[in-house]
């Protein structure tokens, strides 16, 4: 097959085989809003034999309103990585640039479409260089916060990116923006090479309804509107448009959860601290933490094996790491109590 040399993305591990307590794929431990549970009732169910709107005129007005833009700068599609994986599609043709450590998934989107990648190293410290996102012509793809390290590009080094050359598309990735990084939305007015992607999956407590959001100079939507309708328009089902526009109208709701979280990370990140291991000032639902008293794989495993998933990436410069979800606090309890007593 054409595909055969390409090598797929790997999703964190949902195991079935005990309950878990998971904290490896950045999920939230709580909830979607009684608003979006209840969005998804028996009248909605009959509806689905109809096709659902490839327009998404409801959610898209909403999400517009709330971001302060245009219809026409916000594009709909079945989670975000579907809105990344348009994205090489479309701006890809020069090249694209981003990190050596970063989203596994914006290599596996480049080698998919024969896009020719440079991957350009993070400082030792794991900060983004600036100074290496200025020139090239390429399609350029930050996440901020990036995975997994969780560290944020302040917005001014951002627009430095995205001011630097007007003619390549620049992504920001912005899964994990609502943790309390600074989002790009107020350089939209000005650049209509920058694209920012979104999704529900994390702080919005929905990874499971699949769906993500762009927002863009109506150009920039427009080619990726060519691509949903080259593909499949109806992509975001009806019961995810109902659930993402109810959540959309509980925002305090999510606002609350993320503040919480926000504050189980501080906490988490002290003790981790305390027990003498090296946590990166984390901006997202996660950590990204290392020991010297015990190897990244090993800490891992011994968790597995008292029923705690994190996620472990074996690849150079971050295998001594481990990716923690923030959970519930008690969750996070039970996470500390197993690594000491591992530790110990
Ligand atoms: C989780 C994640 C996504 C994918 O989100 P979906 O909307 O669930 O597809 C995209 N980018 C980054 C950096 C992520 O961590």
Do not use: W
Request: charged share 25%; with cysteine; hydrophobic share 40%.
């Amino acid at each position: 097959m054409r595909y055969a040399a390409l090598e797929a993305y790997v999703p964190g591990e949902q195991p079935r085989d005990k309950a878990y307590i998971k904290l490896n794929t950045n999920e939230s431990p709580y909830p979607p809003s009684p608003e979006v549970i209840a969005s998804v009732n028996a009248a909605a169910m009959e509806e689905l034999r109809l096709y659902s709107d490839p327009t998404c005129r409801l959610l898209r007005r909403k999400i517009a309103d709330r971001c302060g833009v245009s219809e026409e700068n916000v594009f709909l599609s079945n989670g975000s990585d579907d809105i990344l994986n348009f994205a090489f599609m479309a701006f890809g043709e020069k090249g694209a640039v981003f990190p050596d450590i970063t989203y596994g998934f914006y290599s596996v989107f480049a080698a998919l479409h024969g896009v020719p990648t440079r991957v350009m190293p993070l400082r030792e410290d794991f900060t983004v260089d600036p100074a290496d996102y200025l020139t090239g012509g390429r399609l350029t793809v930050l996440a901020n916060p990036n995975a997994p390290t969780g560290l944020a590009l302040p917005l001014p080094e951002i627009e430095r990116i995205v001011a630097a050359d007007p003619d390549r598309v620049v992504v920001i990735d912005e899964a994990y923006v609502d943790f309390g990084a600074e989002s790009a939305l107020s350089l939209l007015p000005r650049y209509d090479n920058l694209l920012i992607v979104r999704t529900f999956s994390k702080s919005r407590s929905m990874a499971g309804a699949r769906l993500g959001f762009a927002l863009a100079d109506k150009a920039l939507i427009d080619d990726l509107e060519k691509i949903k309708y080259s593909t499949n328009p109806y992509n975001i089902n009806r019961l995810t448009q109902l659930a993402g526009a109810a959540a959309i109208d509980s925002d305090e709701y999510f606002a609350g959860n993320c503040r919480r979280i926000c504050r189980t990370r501080e906490r988490t990140t002290a003790s981790l601290k305390e027990l003498g291991f090296t946590v990166l000032p984390s901006m997202a639902n996660f950590v990204f933490a290392s020991s010297d008293q015990i190897g990244g794989e090993e800490l891992y495993r011994r968790l597995k094996e008292r029923g705690i998933l994190v996620r472990h990436f074996d690849k150079d410069r971050i295998r001594e790491y481990n990716r923690i979800t923030i959970g519930s606090e008690d969750e996070m309890d039970r996470l500390i109590a197993a690594v000491k007593s591992i530790l110990s």
